[in-house]
Every structure is written in C-alpha cells, then in structure tokens.
C-alpha cells in the first residue's frame, strides 16, 4: 500500500513537472519579452504579432494629438541641441507642436527607451551619413540618449557642419556624423576664387570621407537630397552626362529624382560589395520635406504652422514622392540582392517623407537665431525637441526587428 501511495506521488509530481515544462515553452514561444538570449539581445516588445510584421507598416498611420508633452527630453535638459534648432530658446511661445504621437494604422509603435536602445547597440558603433538633416537626427538621437548617459566628444571639427563623433562608455557605443553632402564624391564649382553653389557630382564614385569607415561600422543611416536642388552638373566615368536645374544647350537636364536615384544606388553598391564590412545594417532615410509657403527660403517663404495638417490638404504626386519612391526603389533592389547572396549585410528603409509632409508645424521658421541669413526662415530642419524626434523611434524599431530576425524568432 505504501509503494502505490510513493507511486502516485511520483506520477503527481511528474504530471506537475510536465505541466510546468509546458507553461515555460508557452511562455518562451509566445511571451518573447521575459527572456533575454545568450546574445545580450532582449527580445523585443514592438506590441506587433511576429507574423503580422510585414503586414503592419509603422511608416503609413497619422499624427494624434495627445494633449500633452511627448518629448523624451527638454529644450534645457539636452546638452547637445545647436541654438539655432531650439525653437524655444529663440521665442517660439507655442507648444502645440510638441504634443502629437505617431500611431500606425495597424499597430502601436512604442516609444524610444534609451536602455532598450543600449541593449541592442552596446559594444556596436552607428554612423549617420547625409547633411544637415542627417546631423538634425543624429542630434535628436543624443538627446534622447543622453538621458540615459552622458557621451563624451571623440572627434569634432571646428564646422558645426562637419564631423562629430561622440562616445558612451558605460555602453562602449560610438555615434558618428559624418557631412557627405551627395554620398558621392563632388566638387564644387568655384568662380574667381569665390564660390558658385554649384558642384560637380561624379555619381559612380562614393564620397572617401564615409568610405573608409564602413568597415568599422555595426549601422549606418544614409540619407541626401536637399543639396540636389541647385544647379549641379553630373558625371560618370569623368565625363559629363548632363546636370539638374540648368537650361544650356547641350546638356540634358535629368532631373532630380535620377540624380539622387543614382547616387544613392552607388552609395548601396559599394555597402554592398564592401569585403571587411560584417553584420553591417544599412538605413536609408527617406526624403525630408520642406515646408516654405508664399515663396522660396530666399524669397520671403515661410512656415507659420502651429498644428498637422491632415492627409487630405498634402499632395502625395508631388516631388517629395517622386524622390521618396526613387530612394525606396534603391533600397528595394539592395534587399533583393542580399537575399540572393550569403553577404552578412542588411539593408532598411526609415520611410519618414509621408509622415513628416503632415508636419510643417515643426520647423524653426523664424525662431532660430540666424546668424547667416537674416530674415530668412527655417523650414528645412526640424526644432529640438520636435516631430523628428519619431525619425528615432522608427530607428529603434527597425534595429529591435532586425535582432529578432537575428534570433530566428
């Protein structure tokens, strides 16, 4: 009688056990958020269904109004905001601007966690490549993370244009800007000495001052366009094919969405075929827009807006799509050919052009301090805090993605 009563309890006890062994395969299968792998990866929480991720496209969805502050750091709180993009500083009153979130149509995008950020990025460096607006994230980026820890300056050149590298030791991640106006190597047109604001762009060779750091880079955001937008000549093989924004006679005007198509694609070929470039993700930031009304940034245009506007009031045939549909067809063929090859690289789309065509409240219009041009508003960069400051959650998702897929969850 006793050895049936041991018996029963052993089997309870082994029914218990394979109860709990189920609960635990349950929770590692569907609760992905409570385990951390043996990579030092956490898997992530982007409240999106692993099977649904390619269905829910984080970059289509609308601007709601919260009716509070959404920023994840202040006008004050950040160390690191040029005075000419703190609208605040420069007497901008209002602070509607501040108080809408990004809300995909078929899902939630989580806000920007710093520590999360360092837990994918720890002991990895991240390189933004572009101009002005580039630097105008990477800036948004190290407010953000500065929240969380304070980075010391590695490299700064005297321009606040030009190269910026900072560093976080607690995390051993590197941050650097580096100012590639084309992507691709140009010089520009001088006239008696002095400049023209033009430039030679040689659309088959990439700009050496990015080049030669790939190899030392975990991810890198590209992004170029704006300086497209003057009268520029174009070159391939050293001679010339045409140009964009000129009218001379026998030079054909090829338009801009070839132009930057063609930079861009040179700039992905090269990634691409780069020998010592390992686990390298590469994030294409689509078009930024402008939002000057009444004229043109050297003609009294402004941006007087203090709200979204709606996706009815904006034109999606316009030039910024046309540029944003060239820039997503580079990547999308970059895509294809790594999924063709066993090349250890990866290539994205921070798709930001729809959302940001909704935004002309968050430029620094009048509120920024120029010093260069007085008079004339700011309606290219974005304030700090301000609508970019999602450029970096969309980041942060795709690099929690990406992990994931890393992890063959």
Known sequence: MEAVKRGKSVGILFTSFLISLGIISFLAVYLPNSFTSNQGYRYMDLQIPLESEEECDIFQGEWIRTGQNESLYSSTSCAWIPEWKNCFMHGRKDTEFVNWRWKPHACELPRFIA?????IARNR????????????????????LS???????????????????LYFSSNNFTITFIRSIFLVKSEEIMINGSSSGSFNIHLDKVDEKWAERLPSTDYTVISSAHWFFRKNYLYEKGHLIGCVHCSEPNVTNLGLGFAI???????????????????????LRTFSPTHFE????????YCNKTSPVSNTEIDFGGFEWELRNAQKAEIEKA???????????????LDVTTAMLLRPDGHPGSHWGNQWNKGINDCLHWCLP???DVWNDWLIALMKMEARASLHL
């Open 115 to 119: 520590t999360k950020f360092f837990e």
């Open 125 to 144: 460096t991240m390189m933004f490549i572009g101009d002005s607006v580039a630097r105008n994230q990477m800036e948004s980026l190290l407010c953000i």
């Open 147 to 165: 929240e969380e820890e304070v980075p010391t300056e590695v490299e700064k050149e005297d321009d606040e244009a030009g190269n910026w590298t």
């Open 261 to 283: 198509g063609k930079a861009i694609r040179s700039a992905l070929e090269f990634i691409h075929s780069c020998e010592n470039c390992h686990s390298l993700m590469t994030i």
């Open 294 to 301: 009444n004229g043109a940034w050297n003609g009294g245009g």
């Open 335 to 349: 895509q294809k050919k790594v999924s063709y090859s066993s090349a250890d690289k990866k290539f994205r789309a």
């Open 386 to 388: 301000g609508p970019i």
